[in-house]
């Protein structure tokens, strides 16, 4: 049999021993969040607590009180209220029999539910807008003069031809004028 002092921290008593050592747990990051904390100046405070509440590190009621004891050194410090978010409750304190709520009922997210023709209709006509994207590059590299990965072999090809074509024009005209200088 278990001990009810097991059950005992930071002045709360919790049904299960489970709770209890989470409470032992959340009180010693408590004590080091308060460690790292201090002397740090507003802001930094304020981006360690909504860390905290985005990271959902305290569970219990003993990191709840540390959370509004940070809040509190906040607004003491002179933080806005504005920026102080609240301390998120993902618990129901009240239970009706006749109302039996789950938790995926109190804590839901707020969706935006299009329809799924329009979504498909949407889909359908930018895959043939970049269908027809693509195909125009094509035709642009096939007819560009301009070397690229589909015309680049017979555009050297033409340009050796070509430079190779004015060589020889220009060897015969250098031969011309030497046999004309020879015979005179």
Aim: glycine share 2%; proline share 2%; net charge negative.
């Amino acid at each position: 049999m278990e001990e009810k002092t097991d059950l005992y921290v930071d002045g709360y008593r919790f049904v299960s021993i489970e709770d209890a050592k989470q409470a032992q747990k959340e009180q010693k990051e408590a004590s080091y969040f308060e460690s790292k904390l201090r002397g740090k100046e507003v802001q930094n405070i304020l981006a360690a607590y909504d860390n905290i509440l985005d990271e959902k590190v305290f569970k219990t009621p003993v990191g709840w009180e540390y959370l509004k004891r940070l809040q509190d050194k906040i607004r003491e410090m002179g933080m806005e209220e504005d920026y102080i978010r609240p301390i998120p409750m993902y618990t129901s304190y009240v239970h009706n029999e006749s109302e039996q709520i789950t938790v995926r009922q109190r804590v839901q997210t707020v969706q935006k539910r299009e329809d799924d023709s329009r979504k498909l209709k949407l889909s359908i006509f930018f895959n043939i807008l970049l269908v027809i994207m693509v195909a125009a590059m094509f035709m642009i590299a096939v007819s560009s003069e301009n070397p690229n990965v589909l015309n680049y072999e017979t555009t050297i090809l033409n340009k050796y031809a070509s430079w190779e074509q004015e060589l020889t024009e220009r060897e015969n005209k250098v031969r011309e004028k030497e046999a004309e200088l020879f015979t005179d």
